[in-house]
């Protein structure tokens, strides 16, 4: 499922410093009205990255999703 909104590097830098003072995913999604694992993504790449904002991604994202591809190659199949 695609994002629906994009958290703000305040919101997630509260997330980490949260994280850091040992609290458990369930109250950090609770305090901050955001999804558990939004939470989970978001100490994830502070873990891997040490930082909090969005990365450049290389090159143009993709147009079809790997689902419509499968449902494109099952039409061709069938006609």
């Known amino acids: ?5 994009d ?4 919101v997630r ?7 850091q003072s040992w ?3 369930q109250a950090i999604f609770k305090q901050f009205k955001v ?8 100490i994830h790449k502070w873990k891997t ?3 909090v904002v969005s990365l450049v991604r290389s090159g143009r ?4 999703t790997p689902r419509s591809n499968c449902n494109a190659q ?3 199949k069938k006609n």
């Open 74 to 76: 099952r039409n061709c």
């Open 35 to 42: 999804h558990h694992f939004t939470v989970r993504q978001i």
């Open 23 to 25: 609290r458990d995913y």
């Open 7 to 10: 958290i703000s590097n305040e």
């Open 13 to 19: 830098e509260a997330t980490v410093a949260v994280h």
């Open 49 to 51: 990255f040490k930082t």
């Open 1 to 5: 499922m695609p994002r629906r909104k």
């Open 61 to 64: 994202p993709s147009k079809f």
